[in-house]
């Protein structure tokens, strides 16, 4: 599935920043020779060989740092024979300095490294919990082509309060794309939740409102039982999508989200529903029955599911993003090209990253290609 993310791997450096960090004792201890060598007695450099290993604590491992600790050393005793023709008082204490700041450093990088693994090892097992709640989508699910813009506001994190999924049922392919009121762990919490009951309620359902009553049923369940203490008081704006196999239409359930947009070779149009139906785990509060509305969608047409991380950008003058007025430019873009667009007029929009969660999912009836005339 083309999918566009605006984050990059944390756990790979920059080189030439790596590399520079990794020579800098090197460089310290060479600038300090030169200088101590090439300058009168009386103006003494050699004291900044102090300094290398505790540059090297940054990047190497304790034995790097001991090693540079000791290259550092070294250097100062052939300074000091140099100069002086013996290691004298003056040499002898930027020796000591020299040992206590190797021995000193030797020990931080131990930790650093310790540290480091442990990381990693985080990091490692929060890409795998972060993959089962939001797992890749595949770029076709039968007549339905897929395509993915998703970022998380918070820093390093792949997932947040937006959500996204689409399965294959016996009813044609259904997605949901949401945004969880709230952020942090407690509405990752709650997305997950949602997915869960989605993933399990999307193959039986009869339908969309029988769809919609089960996540608001899996929503209930998941606050009894929900470690957050206003579990219950949270909900979610969701749009339901029914994209069936055999007949050239979608069915569409809004619950508060903003409204797609079907995008068509003449134009694109806000899917605004009908009668605006209240968020998830809301409807107890407001008397409504969910209801579905049928839009036509045959070959080429493509519907962008999104949430408020798209609508609500701001620019400078505090003006939202127009959506619609965008997406009419790029109407004859393949649905990659059409994201990737979205993304960086976003970026351009803002005058920078987004600050919020932004999911963009768009969602095309496949065009089988033409067949060759037969002869």
Not at 256 to 276: A, C, D, K, S, Y
């Amino acid at each position: 599935m083309p999918t566009i993310t605006d984050k990059p791997d944390p756990s790979r450096p920059r080189p030439v920043l790596t590399a520079f960090t990794r020579l800098s004792p090197f460089l310290l201890i060479a600038a300090a020779a030169a200088a101590d060598s090439e300058t009168p007695a009386g103006q003494r450099y050699d004291r900044f060989v102090v300094a290398a290993p505790a540059l090297a604590a940054a990047s190497w491992g304790p034995a790097g740092t001991l090693a540079i600790g000791g290259l550092a050393v070294l250097t100062e005793i052939v300074l000091a024979l140099i100069r002086d023709h013996s290691v004298g008082a003056a040499g002898a204490s930027v020796i000591a300095a020299t040992v206590t700041v190797t021995l000193a450093a030797a020990y931080t990088a131990a930790q650093r490294v310790h540290r480091e693994r442990d990381l990693a090892m985080v990091r490692s097992v929060a890409q795998t919990a972060q993959e089962v709640v939001l797992r890749p989508l595949p770029d076709r699910i039968n007549t339905v082509d897929l395509a993915l813009y998703y970022k998380a506001a918070a820093e390093q994190a792949q997932i947040g309060g937006d959500f996204y999924e689409a399965v294959r049922t016996p009813f044609g392919v259904r997605i949901i794309l949401g945004d969880v009121q709230g952020k942090g762990l407690p509405a990752v919490e709650l997305a997950a939740a949602l997915l869960g009951s989605f993933r399990e309620a999307a193959y039986d359902s009869t339908d969309l409102p029988a769809l919609a009553s089960r996540l608001e049923t899996g929503l209930s369940r998941y606050a009894e039982r929900a470690s957050s203490p206003d579990a219950a008081e949270r909900f979610a704006t969701a749009v339901l999508l029914e994209i069936p196999d055999d007949r050239p239409e979608a069915r569409l359930l809004n619950c508060g989200h903003p409204p797609p947009v079907l995008i068509q070779p003449g134009g694109v149009r806000l899917l605004e529903p009908e009668v605006p139906l209240p968020p998830l785990n809301l409807s107890g509060l407001v008397a409504s029955d969910y209801r579905s509305v049928t839009i036509p969608f045959g070959p080429g047409d493509r519907v962008l599911l999104y949430t408020d991380g798209v609508s609500e950008t701001r620019d400078r003058q505090g003006e939202f993003y127009p959506l619609p007025d965008r997406l009419a430019r790029w109407t004859a873009d393949p649905s990659a090209t059409l994201l990737h667009n979205l993304r960086r007029d976003l970026r351009h929009y803002a005058g920078g990253p987004p600050d919020d969660d932004v999911a963009a999912l768009l969602a095309a009836r496949h065009t089988e290609p033409a067949r060759p005339p037969e002869h």
